[in-house]
């Protein structure tokens, strides 16, 4: 059965990405070779790739983050300017003040600006000078930290006679230096170009390449902190377990399938962030990059993709960007609880063994909703704020604690051992004190089940034996019950527990809707091409495409050659029609992926030849013909002034005598 999508979002604009590698367009990142970064050679000593413009307008502005301005800074980020006229220093430092309100670090961060010719449509390079391994405060061992970084966790300049970072402009870009993001048709956002490669300086950059039919990654036989949180989706692993100079690196750095996979980036946002990873690899732009096809233009985590338009403005690092810094040891502004206290605690209570603690805590710019604190929710009134946990199990045992806001999860703090709880006094109830749900595996498209972990916490005594759950046995230890529940059905439902005790069968408890279980699997999409039409006046055609589902997801738009559709709620097969695709005798592309599931992808692109160029220009009615009617609506929109003037046939943003003259040299051409 074929059924018709219709488009949920026209991206007209998007077509562009589709169809294949655009070298004369590509945005290359900030490039210092990876053997430079280890000898310690700055980058406009030793020459980089350099981040190329696309001359194609797409007008969206993300704005800074909100009260950025008024924001106490924790980081200061000096700059050393060579050659920069006034107003570009200006919104240099613009970009310098937002990122000063997004990182904290107690050692100054030292820039060193260069302006010059970089060469055609090369906006600007950056890289860390230096890079560290093995410093004293390094959070990994035989891991590579970039100079910014590691001088945060070390609390001390590592090379105080050398900057942090290096960086280049060009002098002969057609650049916009205003801070509001108001870009003017064909020319480019300065703050955003200073955004994005301060990012790539302060740590945003991995060491994997790509050289024929191999791939590297690492330099020394150490890697780099951001290689430390890759994964590689189609193995299933760390990128790191792949071994370096071989063919199998090679294919996952071209693969399509890598993720971060940091905890605190992975919070950020509703998939694994994206690492644009495409096949062939494109030296600079590939691996040190969000993938562009999950953060279009305008999207908030859109800075680190690896293009950039004119009329772009994207003044916002982005939730997913700082998740990652915060991954890779950056303290971050904002939200912040800064510290746990133990309070009072009452003794023993003998008739239910349990007790009260009190836990004071410390905290910034707390956002809206409420505090969890190990599973039990506060109003949030106000730092230092004192709350009090109940019906705690008294068992002499250490007490972890974690705490953040319902508000801004990202926001939290965590406390091994913060208070140790009284010793037991009395014989205690049957009592489930909490749950609290683990990690959930994916589902196994082999078997179409997954692994889901919870933490049990029972009153004193409250049942003998181990415990089971859901028909599963464990062991309790001191209360707890650390459970894996294995070989559970992935369908989508909630999921209900039956916990019982093995030596003791009248104690027992039922959780109802516990967690949700991971949608069905496996995913499979293709993509067939069906026709092409032929080319209209207008100068572009349509094709006509098949797609087949199998188990797509529940959430989240189908992505077909850049235009986003609502998802089937049923597999099958489907036809979609695209519009607008350039009628140039070219070899074009479209491929297809799931926003919410990058990882089930069409295997391979949809390919066709483009018809070539019909287009009539002065055809303005579309009726085939130059004629009267074109002729008067042409004068109709005499004198119009904009990039939108309908009769601008020579393209000088004004309707005049030069274009009514084409007209009237083509007056009763049939199209």
Not at 248 to 268: D, K, M, Y
Request: charged share 10%; with cysteine; aromatic share 8%.
């Amino acid at each position: 059965m074929t059924l018709s999508l219709v488009p949920r979002l026209l991206l007209c604009s998007a077509f562009v990405l589709c169809f294949g590698r655009m070298e004369s367009t590509a945005q290359k990142v900030f490039g210092l070779p990876a053997s430079a970064m280890h000898d310690h050679v700055a980058c406009a000593a030793e020459g980089c790739d350099g981040l190329v413009g696309i001359p194609e307008d797409e007008f969206h502005f993300v704005p800074p983050p909100e009260g950025f301005a008024s924001r106490n800074t924790a980081a200061n980020i000096q700059v050393t300017y060579n050659g920069f006229p006034a107003m570009a220093e200006a919104a240099f430092q613009y970009a310098v003040n937002i990122w000063a309100a997004e990182i904290s670090s107690g050692v100054v961060i030292d820039v060193e600006a260069t302006w010059a010719s970089l060469g055609p449509n090369v906006l600007g390079s950056a890289s860390p000078n230096t890079i560290h391994r093995n410093f004293t405060g390094a959070p990994q061992s035989n891991v590579y930290y970039p100079a910014a970084l590691a001088n945060q966790l070390a609390a001390n300049d590592l090379q105080s006679n050398s900057v942090d970072i290096a960086c280049n402009f060009g002098s002969d870009v057609n650049w916009y230096f205003g801070l509001d993001g108001n870009v003017p048709a064909g020319a480019y956002d300065f703050v955003t170009v200073v955004l994005h490669e301060l990012c790539h300086g302060l740590g945003f950059i991995g060491s994997a390449l790509v050289a024929g039919n191999t791939g590297f990654v690492g330099q020394s036989g150490s890697p780099f902190v951001y290689d430390t949180f890759i994964n590689d989706n189609n193995s299933g692993g760390p990128l790191l377990d792949i071994s370096t100079g071989t063919g199998t690196l090679e294919s996952a750095l071209t693969g399509g399938g890598l993720i971060w996979s940091g905890p605190e980036g992975v919070a950020s946002s509703i998939a694994p962030p994206g690492i644009y990873a495409p096949d062939p690899w494109e030296p600079g732009a590939s691996f040190s990059h969000l993938r562009e096809d999950m953060y279009l233009s305008g999207d908030a985590n859109a800075l680190m993709t690896p293009n950039l338009n004119t009329g772009e403005a994207i003044h916002d690092p982005g939730p997913i960007v700082m998740g990652m810094f915060a991954d890779m040891g950056w303290g971050i502004q904002g939200c912040s609880l800064t510290a746990m206290f133990p309070g009072a605690q009452t003794p023993c209570n003998p008739a239910t063994n349990t007790y009260s603690q009190q836990i004071i805590l410390i905290y910034d710019d707390a956002p809206e909703g409420l505090i969890n604190v190990n599973g039990s929710l506060f109003t949030v009134t106000g730092s230092p704020q004192t709350v009090s946990l109940n019906n705690l199990p008294a068992n002499g045992n250490p007490v972890d604690v974690t705490a953040y806001f319902t508000g801004n999860p990202d926001c939290g703090a965590s406390a091994p051992a913060l208070f140790t709880a009284p010793e037991a006094c009395g014989g205690g109830s049957c009592t489930l004190v909490s749950y609290v749900l683990g990690p959930q595996e994916a589902c196994d498209p082999s078997s179409g089940t997954y692994s889901q972990q919870v933490t049990l916490q029972f009153a004193y005594s409250a049942g003998a034996g181990d415990v089971e759950v859901n028909g599963q046995t464990f062991p309790v230890i001191n209360d707890y019950a650390v459970v894996n529940l294995t070989g559970l059905l992935a369908d989508g439902e909630g999921v209900n527990l039956a916990i019982t005790f093995t030596d003791d069968p009248l104690c027992g408890f039922a959780v109802s809707d516990a967690w949700t279980a991971p949608a069905p699997c496996p995913c499979g999409l293709d993509l067939d091409l069906v026709s092409v039409s032929e080319c209209i006046p207008s100068g572009t055609h349509s094709v006509d495409f098949t797609v087949h589902l199998v188990n797509p997801p529940n959430t989240g738009l189908l992505n077909i050659g850049g235009q986003l559709f609502e998802v089937p709620s049923s597999p099958g097969s489907y036809s979609v029609t695209l519009d607008g695709f350039a009628s140039n005798g070219e070899t074009l592309s479209a491929g297809a992926f799931f926003t919410d599931l990058p990882s089930c992808s069409a295997p391979e692109d949809a390919t066709w030849v483009a018809p070539a160029s019909c287009a009539c220009p002065g055809d303005l009615d579309g009726d085939g013909i130059i004629g009267v009617s074109d002729t008067l609506d042409m004068l109709s929109n005499f004198g119009c002034v904009g990039n939108d003037c309908e009769g601008d046939l020579d393209g000088d943003t004004i309707v005049g005598v030069s274009d009514i003259l084409e007209l009237l040299s083509a007056f009763g051409t049939n199209c």
